[in-house]
């Protein structure tokens, strides 16, 4: 495996259930990310984690937890979901955060939630 | 006033014309700026950045950066239907102090290259 493998890619779920989406990258990476991706909508910034520290959790409710358990792993735990949180869920890595420089990052092809 | 403003299309143009991609931003202290290319069902990946301002280019794709006019744009010469997608403009400021930077990311622009 190479690059930012996500599992699952689709994943349909109630509003009550519990769920969990993982990541995992092989690139060396030092630092993970979650995004959110809707339709018109710009990527939103969930959380980033540096070396397996949280570093940014950007205001995102608390139905949406989280994990890193080391540099090549991250899960976003998900309960009690409502259906404005179907969305693309992206996961990036990245050299380094912050960096001083691009900062690029390399995306996983991520996971289609929807939720009913 | 969005930090980065991008049209999301849909952009439908003939295989083989030139087609011009663009973003305008608000924030000065941008000086890293990348192109991000996403295919349907997949993910994000880096086409072109550029830092400050200029030109560059590689291959079919220019990425210029006018910092004065606060304007980027991508040109992909002689299109083909494989160059199909989503294309997302991304930029950010440096890192000064160790102050965090976000990457901020347009809307999209979708593409179709009409054989």
């Known amino acids: 495996e190479t690059g930012v493998t996500q599992t699952p890619r689709h994943l349909v779920m109630g509003m009550t259930n519990k769920k969990s989406l993982k990541c995992e990258q092989h690139?060396?990476?030092?630092?993970m990310y979650w995004y959110k991706q809707s339709a018109k909508k710009p990527l939103e910034l969930m959380f980033v984690?540096?070396?397996?520290?949280?570093?940014e959790n950007n205001s995102v409710p608390s139905r949406f937890s989280p994990e890193c358990p080391n540099s090549s792993h991250l899960f976003l735990h998900l309960h009690t979901l409502q259906p404005e949180d179907s969305a693309l869920y992206l996961c990036?890595?990245?050299?380094?955060?912050?960096?001083?420089?691009?900062?690029?990052?390399?995306f996983g092809a991520g996971s289609r939630l929807t939720v009913l | 006033q969005k930090e980065v403003e991008q049209d999301p299309g849909p952009l439908s143009v003939p295989e083989g014309a030139i087609v011009s991609l663009n973003c305008t931003y608000s924030n000065s202290a941008f000086q890293y700026f990348m192109w991000y290319r996403q295919y349907s069902r997949k993910g994000p990946e880096l086409l072109m950045y550029?830092?400050?301002?200029g030109n560059k280019e590689d291959g079919r794709f220019t990425a210029q950066v006018d910092k004065s006019s606060k304007y980027i744009s991508l040109f992909i010469r002689d299109s083909q239907p494989s160059d199909s997608a989503t294309y997302l403009c991304?930029?950010?400021?440096?890192?000064?102090?160790?102050?965090?930077?976000?990457?901020?990311f347009g809307t999209g622009t979708l593409l179709a290259v009409q054989p």
């Open positions: 991304a930029m950010r400021s440096p890192n000064y102090g160790g102050a965090t930077n976000k990457l901020i």
């Open positions: 984690y540096s070396l397996e520290e949280r570093v």
């Open positions: 990036a890595s990245s050299q380094d955060y912050p960096s001083s420089g691009a900062n690029v990052l390399t």
């Open positions: 690139l060396g990476h030092n630092a």
């Open positions: 550029t830092y400050s301002s």
